[in-house]
């Protein structure tokens, strides 16, 4: 199975969280539990940059995160890239210290290991069978892979990427990365979204990238051919089981599939028609409903456990609040993991209430692509979460956007908000 359809883009396809199995099962209840017998601040973070590893598949994924203090309590930020992801649900029991990972329904599990050590486990409580990766972590450290010991290669530019699978499928993508002596940042496009911000290190002729955002733990390896201006020997490692291979050429042109070209209505067809039920109990929202009519509406397919979702939220949240007054609406699909209602429903409201989402939010459905697709019978198929669906005034579809190029992208980001903030303007305007 393609790490696709397994995670959020094309993986994030997304996301990821891991175990030791140290006295944590994958149970709601142990969640609660740690609430109800908190004793006080997580006393076993201390100040500082962390490095930590998680354990899986023979591999090490490292990532670094910072705890500071802030009013007399932890609060953790994970540091990938440019980003830092602020995490200030930690609750202690006994010994062990629950850092919930943001909006995800995963946590890092940890307790001391000594001075200046933590060990425990990612645990992804929302996964179909029990999920956990071993992790550890060590104060002070500031690199996430050891110091380069041969003289670095040059893997900065654009390159023309194709992935297989471990069943032989492949699809494309774009590596974009920017290097600095023996340190790299960049990412890798695909057709459903991005894999966010990675960092690493290239020694010699291999490359080293990884990143967690609590949802998904990736790291890549791979070794550049100067001769041939190629990358061979690529692997790409994703949470406790993904993993694919990768083999890239330099190339400054490389390019996708048009994203508003992928995902289209069945003929005959101008309209969506759906009514799902609010985030809020006891009532549903439609597009015929009367706060929509006569504006331009933005739809959009999300999840919360989807970290491009998460990415694409982050830009819609503020954008509507500076653009509402213009006669723009936004509703937001969400398509959750939990069948059970009321769960799906919990879960969006936590994203609503932790990114300031001001839009109104349904829950439409299971975080399967196929139900998405039945969900909303008027369109081809749905490929991806996130999907971005505009509506004019009256109604009518004008433009449907597969994926989401996150600002770990750069330039790509910069062209999506550009063409979006286009769009909406000649909607309004008419």
Known sequence: ????????????????????????SNSSSEKTAAVQNESGAASALKPGTWRAVLSTQGQEIPFLFDVEAVGGKSVVYLRNGEERLKLDEITTAGDSTTITLGVFDAALVVRPDGADKLKGTWVKYDAPEPYRVPFTATLGGQKLFPAASGKPQSFDGTWSVTFKD??????????????NGSDIKGTFLTTTGDYRYLDGQVDGNKLQLSTFDGNHGYLFTATRNSDTNTIINGDFYSGKSGHETWTAKLDANAKLPDANSLTFLKPGEKKLDFKFP?????????????????????????????????????????????????????????????PDQKKAAQRLIKMKERLNVGYDLAVAGIADKDAAGKALPQINKVLAFPTTIILDKKGDVRKIHTGFSGPGTGKYYDEFVADFNKTINQLVKE
């Not at 199975?1 to 891991?18: I, V």
């Not at 499928?169 to 774009?174: E, G, L, N, R």
């Not at 006891?282 to 989807?306: A, E, F, R, T």
Request: aromatic share 10%; proline share 7%; with cysteine.
């Open 1 to 24: 199975m393609s790490l696709r359809s397994k995670f959020c883009p094309p993986a994030l396809a997304t996301a990821l969280l891991l175990s030791l199995g140290a006295c944590q």
């Open 166 to 179: 471990n069943e032989g499928q492949t699809y494309p993508a774009v590596g974009v990365f920017k290097q």
């Open 278 to 338: 609010n985030i809020y109990e006891g009532g549903s929202i439609s597009p015929s409903d009367p706060k929509y009519k006569g504006k331009v509406v933005v739809v959009q397919l999300l999840g919360s456990w989807c970290p491009n979702c998460m990415d694409e939220t982050n830009f819609l949240a503020p954008w509507y609040e500076k653009n509402k007054s213009r006669g723009v609406e936004v509703i937001g699909l969400g398509f959750e993991r939990s």
